[in-house]
């Protein structure tokens, strides 16, 4: 089936300039971009599914030698979707965030919170046939940065999607509901649409709760793209 | 027909100063899950550039993300009869000084489309994934290329990689000001 790419969906992104946010100031192009028809380069993308995965991938809580991360366990699962709603499967999705102290294991992190010798902070799974994936982590720790004076990055895990073709490439940053600092984040407030904004949140979700282990949260996440002809009657909800 | 129903897009967000140890993970103990060079049968080049902010600066935290057709223009989904096993798809960090190498081959024409190899950008301090193309100098399709048709000629040298050496394209971006790398929207 053709896949179309309504340019107006574009609208949830931020602006690229947020002077809120400020590597925005020196970084974010200042002409228009200049729209081009999507080509036989941006309908296809590359094939990154379960080749690249590894058991254990999907587990952020230990480390190769069973050694379990400090924090508070939780399952993060989800589908990804296109606009129509349909799956997207055996897509690769990565992962990468803070510790439960708010560290990374980055070497250009210096916040002087403790690193955890049994917490990575990356993990990857493809998604089944019914777009839906799973991860099992440690909730991250809000951290400072220096953006402004007191600034606190909120709780967030990255999120690294590629969907079917070059044009649903995704980076993006999942939250957690309920946290004080969303309002006090450039980075989240750059998407201006509430709406938008509201789609890169987690909603706690006790039905994937595993009792007496894991905490559930469920986070959907929508790519770009569209089937080209109306579906069939019935054959969507 | 039933009314279709549109579920609206997840935002994107920037890739961070953080992600090097996940997605470009050469330095760390980590498994790359995604190719860091495009092989395939062709001629060997390499692309070498400088991402520079608005003042000139060097961006020392970017990620670049490559993606092409094989020598003969054909994309790696484009199914039977399979160019299998090239895939295509690669993607590099820039170092502390801004710079960038990517190690591939030299795609095909694909339809009316010139040999280029198509470019996304991320990094902190953008919100968003930018897009640009490296076409190649010298090459006589570039005159009918359909998108650099629709790019104003005076910008048209910011989307052609030049030669610098036997094998190797030089192809900086600049992401603000002067000489403003086009990016393009889709």
């Known amino acids: 089936m053709t896949e179309i790419y309504p340019t107006a969906s574009l609208a949830a992104h931020a602006p690229s300039l947020s002077p809120g946010y400020r590597s925005t100031q020196k970084r974010a192009p200042l002409l228009p971009p200049i729209a081009i028809p999507a080509g036989a380069g941006e309908l296809s993308g590359p094939i990154l599914g379960h080749e690249a995965i590894r058991p254990g991938d999907d587990d952020l809580t230990k480390t190769a030698d069973g050694k379990e991360a400090q924090g508070e366990r939780i399952v993060v699962s989800g589908r990804v979707l296109d606009e129509d709603g349909r799956p997207v499967p055996d897509t690769l999705v990565e992962i990468w965030q803070a510790n439960a102290a708010g560290r990374y294991i980055h070497a250009v992190d210096q916040h002087p919170a403790p690193l955890d010798p049994h917490f990575y902070g990356a993990g990857r799974v493809a998604t089944d046939a019914q777009g839906r994936y799973r991860f099992t982590t440690i909730r991250p720790g809000a951290y400072p940065w220096r953006n402004h004076a007191n600034a606190w990055r909120p709780a967030h895990i990255h999120f690294s999607l590629f969907g079917r073709s070059f044009l649903q490439r995704l980076v993006t940053q999942m939250y957690f509901p309920g946290d004080p600092l969303h309002a006090l984040d450039p980075i989240m407030d750059s998407v201006t649409d509430a709406a938008a904004r509201a789609r890169m949140v987690a909603r706690f979700d006790i039905d994937t709760t595993m009792p007496e282990w894991a905490l559930g949260y469920v986070w959907d996440i929508v790519l770009r793209g569209r089937a080209a002809t109306p579906m069939e009657s019935g054959s969507h909800g | ?186």
């Open chain 2, 1 to 186: 027909m039933v009314e279709r129903k549109i579920l609206g897009i997840t935002p994107s967000q920037t890739v961070g100063p953080f992600f090097h140890y996940c997605l470009v993970p050469a330095a760390y103990p980590y498994q790359a899950a995604v190719d860091a060079a495009i092989a395939g049968a062709g001629t060997a080049v390499e692309i070498v550039g400088t991402v520079l902010d608005g003042d000139g600066a060097p961006v020392g935290d970017a990620m670049l993300e490559f993606w092409q057709a094989d020598a003969a223009g054909r994309y790696a989904d484009a199914g039977p009869p399979a160019n299998a096993p090239f895939r295509g798809f690669a993607r590099v960090a820039t170092d502390a000084s801004g710079v960038f190498r990517l190690q591939t081959v030299k795609p095909g024409a694909a339809g009316a489309n010139a040999p280029h190899i198509a470019v996304s950008v991320l990094g902190r301090g953008l919100l968003n994934r930018l897009y640009t193309r490296a076409y190649f100098a010298g090459e006589a399709a570039n005159a009918s290329d359909p998108v650099l048709a629709l790019v104003p000629a005076a910008r048209r040298s910011t989307l052609i990689a030049t030669a610098e050496a036997p094998g190797r394209w030089r192809f900086d971006i600049r992401l603000q000001g002067e000489g403003e790398t086009v990016f393009f929207a889709v």
